[in-house]
């Protein structure tokens, strides 16, 4: 039985279909990326999930547990916690008040849990009574992050979380990744970095136009001639080369 599990989800918003029959798998202990052309679906994908978008066919399951269609809080409390690109602090709050909101279904004393994320992002730990809105946009991701993680998900979802960051930061943030994954909890990932994303993809899936164009190992992917001439560096040969990943 999969962590999670998409199966054939079709899903859109209002009277537009994105997602046309998207599979894909979790399992537990893995890093699971999605990569594709801008409009492919991804992160529309990562929304299915969280109950953020209609599902009109298909079915979505938690360690077999029928999760379609569920509303955002319920996910939550069913044990998936979802960083979003965009939005995902709050910026007049300290830090050390983003963990504590992050903290906020939770009943038993969360001080250590909160020890344990100033130990995982240490840029954090000097920073905790600052502004989250003063901070640079890699360390904002990290708080982000950080307030996912104090419900210690079965599964935590990210989407584009390197997204214009620099250099520097977009590094960081994939080493905390494995970190994260490191201490036992899953992530699936939507990248637009995809050499680094596959770098450390324990398994990774292309989309192109709302469907499943390839899946395999992030080495394998990395490998492929055609995943390559789309997202790994060189210029997209348009059509040829979406006709290539159709096939």
Known sequence: MSLLALDNIHAGYGEST???????????????VIIGPNGAGKSTAMKAVF???????????????????????????????????VGNVFTSLSVQENLEMGAYLRRDDFRPRMEEIYT???????????????LSGGQRQMVA????????????????PTAGLSPRYRGEIFEIVQRINASGVPVLMVEQNAKQALGIATRAYVLVDGQNRREGSGAELLADPQVAE??????????????????
């Open 51 to 85: 109950g953020m978008l209609n599902i009109s066919a298909g079915r979505i399951t938690l360690e077999g547990r029928d999760i379609t269609n569920m509303a955002p809080e319920r996910v939550v409390r069913e044990g998936i916690s979802f960083v979003p690109q």
């Open 18 to 32: 994105i997602l046309k029959g998207v599979t894909l798998t979790v399992e537990k202990g893995e890093v699971v």
């Open 120 to 134: 995982m992002f240490p840029d954090l730990a000097a920073k905790r009574r600052q502004p989250a809105g003063t």
């Open 230 to 247: 789309m997202f790994l560096g060189g210029v997209a040969t348009g059509a040829a080369g979406m006709e290539g990943l159709a096939r």
């Open 145 to 160: 992050m950080g307030r996912a993680l104090m419900l210690e998900p079965k599964l935590l979802m990210l989407d584009e």
